[in-house]
């Protein structure tokens, strides 16, 4: 039987592509000990998007998630998702980017995660697969897939020979859009293997068209022999499909799933009891949208458009706003619908619809990527009426002008606070204004997620939060236990730890 491998998303682009990234650090820990036991061949844990999102919204060092949870998984290699910049919307100076793997590596991320958002692996990503590699991390290189006029088997096949010029140590076929079909990888994949010059290659997709699950049988059949998985109910939905659906359709075939689905099931018992007490989204299976594949927005980019519009009094205007993004996207020269490009194109749509004039005003951000600002390659394959039209903007000419900085490490520790200022503490300034992290820090250390799988700790969890309540009494049968607030309670918390460490 052919073992086939599995890289888990569940910390990463489960809870980013359901929860909105909010699954927390204290939601991990608990389980952190059985993950490592289940057989992955990586987990992602975190990507650069979600060191905002913690400091933020979570009011939690992302710093401190890595440290603690590296502490915990020792076997499994664990991912950093990111693009050649550590910004969503900036490119970041190539000695950011120095730093930034350095202290990855520190913290306890084993594998590095880069993608180029137009495939371009000639722009920022040499240097960054370099800084990777001189401190031992493990280098996955995405080459993300789209369904456009210039997304054939060839540029999949000459991206493939670029990734192994960079002396990739893995290349991963990411299908952010969900838009992969089973007919499409029939060429799509055997093209990708055969350039990969036996380069290990993995296949990552969603289930957003619903389709994931039988690709993922497909490609296996082709030769695909590492796929990424995600633990429901984080998985579904917009997220990968669930781990069990796929190892057991594999052991159907005859394929032989190399994980430990029984040490799988008490981490998805853990996440349906947060997802149900907190009334978080449960994935679940979508029905086929061919409209998926006209517009490609993503699902995350069209819950926050609704958002906006809401506030801007347009909701009635959605299916106008996915329209005009339809054809935006072509005047750009079919980008992929992947963060940033899709944020940019869905906001300049939202403008021309709002304004009721196309291209009345035009974003920084359209005029940048015209302008080469994300690689020349993008600006290129621009419509050339459209690009001229651009160009001749008084604002594109005051933003031609423009490079990117090149700061040293020295000239930004002055920046964001002199020479006691930390490496990590440097990085996270970078990304995240020093108010907010304030504010993170007054919250207090990271708090495990108390469930089921301890039950006494989690029922006194509970009560100590009513604030009427000074003591607790348990009694059943010959044993009694009475609990004063604030004084017993920290013992049964790491009495309770030290029985469930799992």
Same mark, same amino acid.
């Given at each position: 039987?052919?073992?086939?491998? $599995? ?43 979600? $060191? ?56 306890? @991320? ?30 996955? /290189? ?28 893995? @290349? ?44 993922? !049988? ?117 980008? @992929? ?6 944020? $940019? ?53 005051? !933003? ?45 250390? /990271? ?8 039950? @006494? ?46």
């Amino acid at each position: 039987m052919k073992e086939i491998y $599995f890289v888990d998303t569940t910390f990463r682009d489960g809870h980013a592509s359901l929860w909105a990234e909010g699954m927390t650090t204290g939601m991990m820990l608990p389980v952190s000990y059985q993950m490592d036991k289940v057989g992955f061949k990586s987990m992602e844990l975190i990507a650069t998007s979600h $060191f905002l999102k913690c400091v933020r919204e979570l009011r939690e060092d992302p710093w401190e998630r890595i440290r603690l949870i590296s502490s915990r998984i020792k076997k499994t290699p664990l991912s950093l998702m990111m693009l050649h910049s550590i910004t969503a919307f900036d490119l970041s100076p190539f000695s950011v980017l120095k730093l930034w793997m350095e202290r990855i590596a520190a913290n306890g @991320i084993k594998r590095v995660q880069l993608m180029d958002s137009s495939n371009d692996l000639s722009f920022r990503v040499p240097e960054c697969v370099r800084f990777a590699k001189e401190v031992g991390l493990e280098v996955a /290189i995405a080459l993300i897939y789209s369904y456009s006029p210039r997304h054939t088997d060839e540029h999949y096949a000459q991206r493939t020979r670029d990734a192994v010029k960079l002396n990739a140590d893995t @290349i991963y076929l990411k299908d952010s859009g969900g838009l992969l079909t089973p007919d499409r990888i029939k060429t799509l994949i055997p093209v990708i293997l055969e350039n990969s010059n036996g380069i290990p290659v993995e296949l990552h997709s969603h289930c957003t068209t619903g389709l994931a699950p039988l690709v993922y !049988l497909e490609a296996v059949k082709l030769g695909i022999k590492v796929i990424h998985t995600a633990i429901p109910p984080l998985a579904n939905g917009s997220s990968q499909p669930s781990v069990f659906n796929v190892a057991r359709n594999l052991r159907i075939l005859g394929y032989s799933p190399n994980i430990d689905e029984e040490a799988i099931k008490p981490i998805s018992e853990h996440f349906y009891y947060i997802a149900k007490k907190e009334k978080l989204p449960i994935g679940e299976p979508i029905e086929y949208d061919y409209y998926q594949y006209i517009h490609q927005v993503p699902g995350g980019v069209i819950s926050n458009l609704k958002h906006q519009l809401a506030g801007l009094k347009m909701s009635d205007r959605l299916e106008e706003v996915i329209e005009e993004s339809i054809r935006v996207r072509k005047d750009l020269g079919y980008p @992929i619908m992947v963060t940033p490009f899709s944020q $940019f194109v869905v906001s300049q749509a939202t403008m021309n619809v709002m304004l009721g004039e196309r291209y009345k005003q035009v974003s920084d951000e359209i005029i940048r990527y015209v302008l080469g600002f994300w690689g020349k390659e993008a600006s290129e394959l621009v419509d050339p009426n459209f690009k001229d039209m651009i160009l001749s903007l008084p604002r594109a000419k005051e !933003l031609s002008k423009w490079e990117v900085p090149q700061p040293s490490i020295q000239e930004l520790r002055e920046k964001y606070g002199g020479p006691g200022v930390s490496d990590d503490e440097l990085l996270l300034r970078y990304i995240v204004q020093e108010e907010e992290i304030r504010a993170m820090r007054s919250k207090g250390p /990271i708090k495990e997620y108390f469930t089921t799988r301890n039950p @006494i700790v989690a029922l006194i969890s509970e009560l100590l939060m009513k604030k009427d309540l000074n003591y607790i009494h348990v009694e059943k049968g010959d044993l009694k236990i009475t609990l004063q607030k604030n004084i017993l309670y920290e013992e049964v918390l790491n009495y309770e730890k030290s029985k469930f460490n799992y």
